[in-house]
């Protein structure tokens, strides 16, 4: 496990250069390589030439909006995502996750808290990267590749997933047209079924999928049980 860590490239988003440090320090500890950018233009410059496996992003960035930064990270990369913010305010956690982390670390935090969020989030990604007998799944017109946590549409247009859409959509295609509780939805993490990232990147989901999100046609609530995913599936490589 270590050693297949310790390719792994984590890009730390912070100004606080104490906090940074804190991250880098306790990273480098668990064999992670570290980059550190001190601005949102320092990111997306060093993005050019780097594919981390993983951003951690402060939210409170100098020149750059923290979510806008994320974004803009998400529309090109499919790596992890997770938004530190010391803002305590559960719109910002919220919304961080609608545009496409995967968590998010409330400072102050416990370092070793971070470093077991981080490899959470890279196992998943492994998880879902992992099967490559099942890497497309076609519905609808819809093509969902794992391989990569791209979705594409009928007419090409193309959506980036993050790491928990993928995971969640993965879930659905391999067991279509079936009732899934919340719990099986939420795969290897640790929530309390009440937790609300469920439902929000069951609504991100449905905005990238559904002609009409407030008359859903794939993924349906079912009151009181959870959701169904009402599709018929392909997986092309599989049959061809
Ligand atoms: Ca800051």
């Not at 530190?84 to 102050?108: F, N, Q, W």
Request: hydrophobic residues 40%.
């Amino acid at each position: 496990m270590k050693d297949a860590e310790s390719n792994k490239l984590i890009v730390i988003v912070e100004d606080d250069p104490d906090v940074a440090r804190i991250i880098e320090q306790v990273l480098s500890d668990f064999s992670f390589r570290t980059v550190w950018c001190r601005s949102a233009s320092d990111l997306l410059r060093r993005l050019r030439t780097l594919a981390p496996d993983l951003c951690i992003i402060d939210l409170g960035l100098p020149d750059m909006d923290g979510l806008e930064a994320m974004q803009r990270v998400r529309a090109q990369s499919a790596c992890g995502i997770i938004i530190l913010t010391g803002r305590a305010h559960i719109s910002d956690r919220v919304m961080g996750l609608e545009l496409g982390a995967d968590d998010y670390i409330l400072k102050p935090f416990e370092p070793r808290e971070l470093v077991a969020r981080v490899r959470s989030i890279l196992r998943r990604r492994e998880n879902t990267q992992s099967n490559p007998a099942r890497k497309i799944a076609e519905f609808s017109g819809w093509h969902f590749n794992l391989g990569n946590n791209t979705l594409q549409a009928a007419n090409g247009e193309e959506h980036q997933l993050s790491t928990s859409e993928a995971e969640l959509l993965k879930v659905f295609v391999s067991n279509p047209n079936r009732i899934l509780q919340r719990e099986q939805l939420m795969g290897t993490r640790n929530l309390s079924p009440t937790d609300r990232s469920i439902d929000v990147r069951i609504s991100r989901l449905r905005r990238k999928l559904e002609p009409n999100a407030e008359s859903p046609a794939f993924i349906k609530t079912v009151y009181g049980a959870g959701y169904l995913f009402l599709a018929t599936v392909n997986w092309p490589e599989e049959n061809p």
